[in-house]
């Protein structure tokens, strides 16, 4: 079916005039460039007057950009690399090849559905320990006005970049926006670290990306390395059609085979898998062993296609505890032990990743070793954060493979855990939480010390939990205010939208409020306050229910305990804000890079 | 609590769930936990045969077929599997067995499924309809309006995600008529259908853990085949009813819109992060 996302607000800009003036403006060696030969005197002038007006021009992005970022930030609008991207987009769609092009060590790009941030973050760690000036884009803002803004915010007013010797930049990249993005910036390797089904009401299908990246690789130059996962089919294949060098990673350790053992869900239903059959020939594949959802050593019985043998093998990976991950690696140099400080199978991947492409790079092993050992994790991803006597620790999980894997994790010893879910429906999120009824919670049934069930669908959660074998009783559900999506139409119709389904919104919000009336399953008292009368919810919300889930999940987690938050995307941010009021995290558009 | 069973009945609900794994798009399997289930806390038990590609059961001795949505590379596998299949399972809707078929799933069902772009597909035929594909996707959320003899009128919710426009022929009633979303195809203002005990949906969610009622109409005409009129001992049904509840508005408050992605307001999309603080 066809490819669907949400036109981004300010899409038209980038694509159509980029092929314009972009290779006149390529002044680093080994790159094409025209040809000066074939230009004439008067040509030569004009090129030199249009390649003026263009570094005017981009120096006019970089200020707009910038002044719309500091406005933002004294607004309080958000963190503001975005907008810094977007303007300077709007004033130049160029800006990101116009700047990338003046980085030294040029760019990586790590794409896929889940681990991009923490790939870029082993990656800029590997790096940095090898001695180069690492530029990234703020985790989650991988769309290309989060580019251009990460780029922006270091160029200077001349339209340059600041100490762009000895520079690279690494870039997490949205699966679909790959293509441009690979256009733009021309990188020297592309990672992808996997492919699942995520968020279908914004992708479309799973198939759709797939075909997006496959026209993508055939058209990436010579020059770019293709990182990729041996034991994703989806990712793996893309090598074939490569032109460039390629670089696999996998799993070699057969220990950590699940067939058999779990992969099939409860009640002899099916895991999510999002990727079954052949990518050449449409036989399901046939699995040696599976490691998780459709990562693992697998054969189409019916064409011969096969896992492509790694370059950069996991041999053995051993739990030493909950978050350290003992690895033994091989690539074709080096054979050593990695400590990962970061729990799950899924992490092992995306160190993998990070391993291949500072290989690819030429990068020695002691950075390689010392930058994953040292990696301090990002927001969400494992990070641990003191809050009066209890630990904490958000593991974000954004989709069912994500999800299923931080409950495997968590719960496959057999160890009571203290949990806080927060389930959204943001557009960050995807407005479809079907996804939930992939998850097996009935991994966790039973092992849940304390529960707490909260987000703007915690009722759906709640719900699927209800049906994993949870008794309600034995859940804190404290959802955000039930009139929130009504709020959101009312509140901030986007421009040119305005009447639709307004008078509507209007009329709805008037009738009394169904789902807190009825309510009789343990709702906390300050949830119930939040769901109070619509006149009183009016902008702003008087105290919305993160703060109050947070609160309730902390006091029945006993001092000295961990409390395993596990939230979804927005989710995260919210927590994230909620941790910064506290004065326990920092801005998050204070970061580290 | 929600692990009790209830006092056994001695009843057996015989569930066949076509193709558990190749049509499992949207976390459809939450239908089979409904049933079963629901069935469990009322002591009915539950036989579950998992029937996959090549395989050629009798489905006249199944009283529940479960069918859910796949993506168009998994559709066409099935539908040439299907036609191996499709004698027997027509028997069993003539033989007023309980279909329950979802997205593709319920395309499948009906004569033919002709996508947007490639070959036609061929259906069972056992509802009286046919699909096109159009070249806009309906991905929202979506409340209908049903009615039935045992339970009156009654909503369901869940979240349509489809570009298929579905017409239905005189041998097949619609489901229910469209409160908010789009439906079989955006125009008629109808969703589903419905013929003997076999229900098509477009609804996902998955439609039937948030419709207890739903759910307890199919196990009830399930059982009846063999059974007879059962009553079924209500529930708690309170988490059920709270989401239900949220669907509902949440279908209200985008009605109209194509894609619920798509009419989000412009500062949720220029960073996720300033969603939040409207919450």
Same mark, same amino acid.
């Given at each position: ?171 997490? /990249? ?18 992808? /670290? ?12 799973? @198939? ?43 799993? @070699? ?24 059959? $052949?990518?050449? $020939? ?20 019916? $064409? ?33 032990? /990695? ?23 030429? /990068? ?196 000295? @305990? ?32 | ?102 997205? &593709? !799933?319920?395309?499948?069902? !009906? ?11 061929? !259906? ?80 996902? !969610? ?17 059982? &009846? ?55």
């Amino acid at each position: 079916m066809q490819q669907h996302r949400p036109s981004p607000v300010i899409s038209q800009g980038p694509n159509q005039s980029e092929s314009r003036g972009s290779r006149w403006l390529r002044p680093k060696k080994g790159r094409p460039e025209a040809k000066p030969g074939s230009v004439t005197g008067a040509a030569r002038a004009g090129q030199r007057s249009r390649r003026r007006r263009l570094s005017l021009r981009a120096a006019l992005a970089v200020i707009s950009g910038r002044a719309a970022g500091a406005l933002s930030r004294r607004l309080r609008l958000g963190g503001g690399t975005s907008i810094v991207g977007l303007v300077a987009q709007r004033l130049y769609p160029d800006i990101i090849r116009h700047l990338a092009a003046q980085l030294e060590h040029g760019s990586v790009l790590v794409t896929g559905t889940n681990g991009k941030t923490t790939t870029s973050g082993f990656l800029a760690a590997i790096l940095r320990d090898a001695g180069l000036r690492v530029w990234r884009n703020r985790e989650g803002a991988n769309l290309l006005r989060g580019v251009a803004g990460a780029l922006v915010v270091r160029a200077l007013p001349s339209g340059n970049l600041r100490r762009a010797g000895q520079a690279i930049s690494v870039f997490e /990249i949205d699966e679909a926006v790959m293509p441009q993005a690979v256009r733009l910036l021309e990188p020297r390797a592309a990672v992808f /670290i996997n492919l699942f089904r995520d968020q279908l009401d914004r992708y479309g299908e799973v @198939e759709s990306v797939a075909a997006l990246w496959r026209q993508m690789v055939k058209g990436l130059p010579e020059t770019t390395t293709l990182v990729l996962n041996a034991d994703d089919p989806t990712t793996a294949s893309l090598g074939e059609l490569a032109r460039g060098p390629v670089l696999y990673f996998g799993l @070699e350790d057969l220990t950590l085979d699940l067939s058999g053992q779990d992969g099939q869900g409860t009640a002899g239903t099916y895991q999510a898998v999002d990727s079954r059959s $052949c990518v050449r $020939c449409g036989s399901d594949y046939r699995y040696s062993a599976r490691f998780y959802s459709h990562m693992g050593h697998y054969q189409c019985p019916h $064409c011969g296609l096969e896992r492509p043998a790694p370059t950069v093998r996991a041999l053995q990976v051993r739990q030493d505890t909950f978050d350290r991950l003992r690895v033994t690696v091989e690539t074709p140099t080096q054979l050593g032990e /990695i400590v990962i400080p970061l729990p799950g199978l899924y992490n092992v991947y995306n160190a993998l990743a990070a391993i291949a492409v500072a290989q690819a790079l030429g /990068i020695s092993w002691e950075p390689i070793v010392s930058g994953i050992e040292q990696f301090k994790p990002a927001f969400g991803r494992g990070e641990r954060v003191q809050v009066a006597g209890r630990t904490l620790r958000l593991l974000l999980a954004k989709n069912p493979t994500g999800l299923n894997e931080v409950l495997r994790t968590l719960f496959s010893e057999g160890t009571p855990r203290h949990m806080l879910f927060v389930l959204n429906d943001n557009i960050a999120d995807g407005r479809d939480v079907s996804w939930i009824w992939d998850v097996d919670f009935e991994r966790a049934q039973g092992l849940t010390a304390s529960l707490t069930v909260a987000g703007t669908r915690a009722f759906d959660l709640a719900l699927r939990l209800k049906y994993a074998g949870f008794a309600p009783e034995e859940m804190t559900i404290i959802p955000s205010t039930p009139l929130r999506a009504l709020e959101e139409l009312i509140g901030s119709q986007p421009r040119g939208r305005k009447g639709r389904g307004r008078g509507r919104a209007r009329h709805q919000q008037q009738q009394p409020d169904a789902v807190a009336a009825k309510t009789s399953t343990k709702v906390s008292p300050a949830a119930e306050e939040g769901a109070a009368s619509p006149q009183e919810r009016a902008t702003p919300f008087p105290g919305y229910g993160l703060a109050t889930a947070l609160e309730r999940a902390i006091e029945q987690t006993p001092v000295g @305990e961990t409390l395993f938050i596990v939230p979804t995307y927005t989710g995260l941010l919210e927590l994230h804000r909620e941790l910064e009021r506290r004065g326990l995290t920092p801005h998050y558009w204070e970061g580290r890079d | 609590m929600t692990n009790e069973q209830g006092k056994d009945t001695r009843l057996v609900l015989r569930i066949g769930h076509l193709y558990p794994q190749l049509m499992s798009v949207a976390a459809d399997r939450g239908n089979l936990f409904a049933i079963v289930k629901r069935c469990k806390w009322r002591g009915i038990k539950t036989a579950i045969d998992q029937i996959f590609v090549k395989q050629t059961p009798d489905f006249t001795q199944y009283d529940l077929i479960l069918f859910h949505g796949g993506a168009d590379r998994e559709m066409e596998v099935a539908a040439r599997d299907l036609q191996a299949k499709a004698p027997s399972l027509r028997e069993a809707a003539e033989a007023n067995t309980v279909f329950l078929a979802v997205c &593709a !799933g319920y395309q499948l069902l !009906g004569h033919s499924y002709k996508p947007f772009e490639g070959p036609e597909l061929k !259906g069972v035929g056992i509802l009286d309809l046919h699909t096109e594909g159009g070249s806009t996707r309906f991905m929202t959320h979506i409340a209908i309006e049903c009615e039935f003899p045992e339970c009156g009128k009654q909503v369901l919710v869940g979240y349509e995600n489809h570009s298929g426009r579905t017409y239905l022929g005189p041998g097949a009633q619609p489901l229910g008529r469209v409160l908010a979303g789009w439906g079989n195809n955006g125009k008629d203002g109808y969703e589903g259908a419905v013929y003997k005990n076999v229900f098509g949906t477009y609804l996902h !969610g998955p439609v039937l853990p948030k419709n207890p009622w739903f759910t307890d109409l199919l196990i009830t005409r399930a059982l &009846a085949r063999r059974y007879g009129q059962v009553e079924l001992p209500p529930l708690d049904d309170s988490t059920e009813q709270e989401a239900h509840a949220a669907a509902f508005k949440l279908a209200m408050a985008f009605k109209g819109t194509v894609s619920a992605i798509d009419a989000t307001p412009w500062r949720e999309r220029l960073s996720p992060g300033s969603a939040s603080r409207s919450l």
